[in-house]
């Protein structure tokens, strides 16, 4: 995650210079897990995005307006609108070391603090009144949290101090060598204790300390200097303590691959921006909406045209060298020929001219004058058996690339339908796997929480949904028994559907719905009807050497539906 304790504190030194004493202006709901504001301060609009994504949290100024992304407001929505509209921002801060920014809005009713918690998987943004909470974006009951609840009436806590850990402005080398004598992980990174046991060092920034001190961010504990790590260590912190912040970008292969306010040399490409939202902003893209990650993806797509013009025009070859037989039919009758003929041949002949078929042209065999006529005949039979060898595995080839070029167009509608950066990514690194993207890619935040399928519900029921390669070989080959119902829309790249088989009957309206679903995800989403394939889990295999998700199946029934989206269970 880049937005650790210390991007929040240069973030915070921003906005404090840039929105303290503002006005705000206007809210919404800028999607499902945002809000936007509308600020008025010194003398120009700002607008301000918070997310509480599970994946990509964030918070950071926007160049351009944002846009209400939902047709009802949400319950947070509102209070934002009744208790942060038209009120006055006072201060932005953050407890010490904390992932957690507060901003707090005066107006005639009050004080109020908005809280943003941008850590994934528990992200969250809250609207508190003297330390209780009016709403939340993602309500915590006792039953996930016991400590700290996240829900309206109820108090709002910090999360709990963290313990055993080093406060890295007082750190010593001896501190450091007692860390790495305390680790009995033979296994553990350097990178991965340091971020472990010091408070503020996010694993970006553990990798950089390392990075420095051995020129190896995945260097084992076990061979870690702890003197050339404090040295490291203290380089960095010089100016982060100072509050001397340093925006800037990392970008390899035309995406932005990290953003940071100090030097990030472990990354190629590290530049300087004017300011950590510009920084952000290049990193996340568009704030919301289905046009947010375009950019983003245009170099993926171009990989994903590079792969399909490569093996498209090896099938093309592939193909044309097995309808073309004529050259192999020609080193056969030639040979047939000159056996035949061996007796009338004179010696030091260079040619034969020769009838194979009656209603044919005559034939012209060139002979070698050194060899006897049966060396030459003979001469002739082996090039044709290596020819005929040699098309042998012409039919495999063609299969495996036709097969290559399927898994492209799953890929390529696994990109078309990615609506976030981990979604995005796990397209680039299936591309980088098939050689495809050469060199060795940053992963983002959002890479080590991968996306997950969708889990929908229906009357008891449990329906999972695929939306990529990767998640479709996840929902069909482990999520699923053999009983289960399997969905998928018929000959184009798509989603894997299954509904879970519980022992009850399998309501029809329920396969219609999953079966709109299976559409709404595949390459005919936009098609007016589509025809869906169904049959049991139990005849679903995998193709042998094709990519994740690749699957041959059987015994299976269609129907046709209206491609829809999950919302068509939301009332269930």
């Known amino acids: 995650m880049y937005l650790d304790a210390f991007t929040i504190s240069a973030l915070i030194d921003e906005l404090q210079n840039t929105l303290v004493g503002g006005r705000v202006q206007d809210t919404l709901d800028a999607d499902a897990a945002g809000i936007g504001m509308e600020i008025y301060a010194h003398h120009r609009r700002h607008y301000l995005y918070l997310s509480a994504d599970t994946q990509m949290p964030r918070i950071h100024l926007v160049s351009d307006k944002l846009r209400r992304g939902l047709e009802k407001p949400s319950q947070l929505g509102l209070m934002f609108r009744r208790y942060i509209e038209g009120g006055k921002i006072e201060q932005i801060s953050q407890p010490p070391y904390e992932r957690v920014l507060q901003i707090t809005v005066t107006n005639a009713e009050g004080r109020f603090v908005i809280v943003i918690e941008p850590m994934e998987r528990r ?292 990109l078309l339908q990615a609506l976030n950066y981990p979604e995005i990514e796990e397209v680039a690194q299936a591309l980088q796997a098939r050689g495809l993207i050469s060199g060795q890619r940053a992963k983002r935040p959002g890479s080590a929480g991968r996306s997950a399928p969708l889990r929908l519900t229906y009357d008891g029921y449990v329906i999972w949904v695929g939306r990529n390669s990767r998640q479709n070989e996840l929902v069909t080959f482990k999520n699923a028994n053999p009983q289960d119902l399997w969905l998928h829309a018929r000959d184009v790249p798509g989603a894997h559907v299954v509904i879970r088989f519980d022992g009850r009957r399998i309501p029809e309206t329920l396969i219609q719905n999953a079966a709109a679903v299976a559409a709404h995800y595949s390459a005919a989403r936009h098609e007016k009807s589509v025809i869906v394939d169904v049959t049991r889990c139990k005849y679903v295999k995998k193709i042998k050497g094709a990519g994740p998700g690749m699957v041959t199946y059987r015994n299976e029934e269609t129907m046709t539906v209206v491609p829809q989206n999950e919302e068509i269970f939301k009332d269930d």
């Open 123 to 414: 992200s969250n943004l809250l609207l508190l009144r003297d330390g209780i909470i009016l709403d939340c974006m993602r309500r915590v009951g006792p039953e996930e949290n016991r400590y700290r609840l996240s829900l309206p009436n109820h108090e709002y806590k910090l999360p709990p101090p963290m313990t055993g850990k080093f406060d890295p402005v007082n750190i010593t080398v001896a501190d450091i060598e007692t860390i790495f004598a305390q680790n009995q992980d033979a296994k553990q990174k350097t990178a991965a204790l340091l971020s472990s046991r010091i408070l503020g060092v996010s694993p970006l920034l553990a990798k950089e300390i390392v990075f420095r001190a051995s020129g190896n961010i995945n260097q084992k504990a076990s061979d870690a200097q702890p003197e050339a790590l404090f040295e490291a260590l203290q380089t960095i912190l010089a100016l982060l303590i100072k509050r001397q912040w340093q925006p800037g970008i990392a970008e390899e292969y035309g995406l932005v691959q990290a953003y940071s306010v100090y030097p990030l040399t472990h990354l190629p490409g590290w530049h300087e921006m004017e300011t950590l939202s510009a920084a952000m902003s290049a990193y996340y893209g568009a704030a919301v909406g289905v046009e947010a990650y375009n950019e983003i993806k245009k170099p993926v797509q171009a990989a994903i045209d590079e792969g399909k013009k490569k093996f498209g025009a090896k099938l093309a070859s592939l193909e044309s060298g097995l309808k073309d037989e004529t050259e192999r039919h020609f080193l056969q009758q030639a040979g047939e020929l000159v056996l035949a003929y061996q007796y009338a041949l004179q010696p030091g002949q260079t040619e034969l001219k020769a009838q194979y078929e009656p209603d044919k042209p005559e034939l012209t065999i060139k002979l070698d004058p050194k060899l006897t006529p049966l060396e030459n005949a003979q001469r002739y039979f082996d090039k044709y058996n290596r020819a005929k060898r040699a098309q042998s595995g012409v039919p495999q080839m063609v299969a495996e690339t036709k097969t290559e070029l399927a898994y492209l167009a799953q890929l390529e509608n696994d």
